[in-house]
């Protein structure tokens, strides 16, 4: 598995297993952190002091902030009705539209965590493991569940 030589990495970014991961037309941001198995699509944007933990997949289209953590196995969606063939042949870039996600700063994902796309995950906030996020996370927001449910604010007890 690849990281590509279009891959923009920021300084002092740390990949634990070069040879286990697949990067291709990312942005990496300086002192972020990257497990094994982890695959980063096109178009990608992360940015400084973030934790992505192994067997984690981010799609094109997503948009991570600073000092976020990314839990390991989570996965993100980037097309709400995907499909294989289009009227009997296969699909192409040209048939769908990459819809965006975006992780705020500070934002932390639970391992397992799916984030269908569209979403904005807010400041600070806490998706919890194995958590199926649909709609928009608050700032300093804590959910969980499937789908994901507001639970608390991260500073309540």
């Given at each position: 598995?690849?990281?590509?030589?279009d891959?923009?990495?920021g300084k002092?970014?740390?990949i634990f297993?070069?040879?286990?991961?697949?990067?291709?037309?990312?942005?990496?941001g300086a002192?972020?952190k990257i497990?094994a198995?982890?695959?980063?699509?096109?178009?990608?944007?992360?940015?400084?002091r973030?934790?992505i933990?192994?067997?984690?997949?981010?799609?094109e289209?997503v948009t991570?902030?600073d000092?976020v953590?990314?839990g390991h196995?989570?996965?993100?969606?980037?097309?709400?009705?995907?499909?294989?063939?289009s009227?009997g042949?296969?699909q192409?870039?040209d048939?769908?539209?990459v819809?965006?996600?975006?992780i705020?700063?500070?934002?932390?994902l639970?391992?397992g965590?799916?984030i269908?796309c569209?979403?904005?995950?807010?400041?600070?906030a806490i998706?919890g493991?194995?958590a199926?996020?649909?709609h928009d996370?608050a700032?300093?927001?804590v959910v969980a569940g499937v789908?994901?449910?507001?639970l608390r604010?991260?500073?309540e007890?």
């Open positions: 598995m690849p990281i590509t030589l891959v923009n990495l002092d970014v740390k297993h070069p040879d286990l991961v697949n990067l291709y037309g990312c942005e990496i002192e972020t497990g198995f982890v695959e980063i699509q096109k178009s990608v944007k992360i940015g400084s973030c934790k933990s192994s067997h984690t997949f981010i799609c289209g991570i902030e000092e953590f990314i196995g989570v996965m993100f969606i980037n097309d709400p009705e995907p499909r294989a063939t009227t042949k296969l192409t870039p048939d769908w539209t819809v965006p996600t975006t705020q700063k500070g934002a932390s639970g391992s965590a799916v269908l569209g979403v904005c995950i807010g400041q600070r998706i493991a194995g199926v996020v649909t996370v700032a300093d927001a789908p994901a449910r507001f604010h991260v500073h007890a």
